[in-house]
């Protein structure tokens, strides 16, 4: 069996043990939005991916299918409920090989964990975790992704709250509006929000010329 086909098993079975065993299956990045972390990935052969929010393993499998050789990924996942899930899940896609493990699982709060990660320069990053904290993600990630590098985040558009008129107590929507104007004004980076699904932004960091 290929390699790929094996990582296909793998997603097809994270998506069904998904819907089996969580009430929240609707979360999971599957379908064409799975298909285009994928080849970004792919695109980008990174060294080293972070996820924030990994739920059941379905978008850290495909963004590790881009890993280049020797490359790992650390998924970040407050619920540790599901850490037998994820688990399984990786090593389905043959990246807990050992010896050669390619994908770790950080359980805890993203805003905890960030610091503690060995401190080599990511090269992509996927932003999936607690829409209230994705301000605060970006001033944690963004000096530990190296310039030329690429943060993903999902949910900017919020199911289009975002071009609503937001109240104030909407605490999710702020933020992802908060968020959105960060990325937007930054000097430091680029960026590009698709119109996939419920939005993606694709943000990349500059590289300063000194
Ligand atoms: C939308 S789901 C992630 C879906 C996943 N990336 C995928 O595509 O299959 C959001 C996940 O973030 C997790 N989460 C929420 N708050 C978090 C936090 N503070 N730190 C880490 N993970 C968090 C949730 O438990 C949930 O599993």
Redesign the pocket.
């Known amino acids: 069996m290929s390699t790929l086909s094996q990582i296909d098993q793998a997603l097809q079975w994270i998506e069904r043990q998904t819907h089996l065993r969580t009430k929240?299956a609707r979360?999971?990045?599957?379908g064409d939005?799975?298909k285009l972390l994928q080849l970004i990935s792919l695109m980008l052969q990174p060294q080293r991916i972070l996820?924030?929010?990994?739920?059941?393993?379905?978008?850290?499998v495909c963004l590790s299918r881009g890993l280049a050789d020797g490359g790992r990924l650390d998924a970040?996942?407050?619920?540790d409920e599901?850490e037998d899930l994820i688990l399984e899940g990786f090593q389905r896609a043959g990246l807990r090989e050992p010896g050669q493990e390619r994908a770790f699982l950080h359980l805890?709060?993203?805003?905890e964990?960030i610091p503690t990660l060995p401190k080599e320069p990511y090269d992509l990053v996927?932003i999936?975790?607690?829409k209230r904290?994705y301000p605060r993600y970006l001033e944690l990630v963004l000096p530990l992704v190296r310039p030329g590098g690429f943060i993903l985040a999902?949910?900017v558009l919020w199911d289009g709250k975002v071009l609503q008129d937001c109240p104030p107590q909407d605490a999710q929507t702020q933020a992802i509006l908060r968020f959105n104007e960060q990325v937007a004004t930054s000097d430091a980076l680029e960026s590009v929000l698709l119109p996939i699904r419920d939005g993606l932004y694709l943000i990349r960091k500059k590289i300063v010329l000194l």
């Open positions: 929240q979360m999971l990045s599957a939005q799975g996820e924030l929010g990994t739920f059941t393993g379905y978008s850290a970040l996942e407050i619920n599901l805890g709060d993203a805003c964990l996927y999936d975790a607690n904290d999902d949910n």
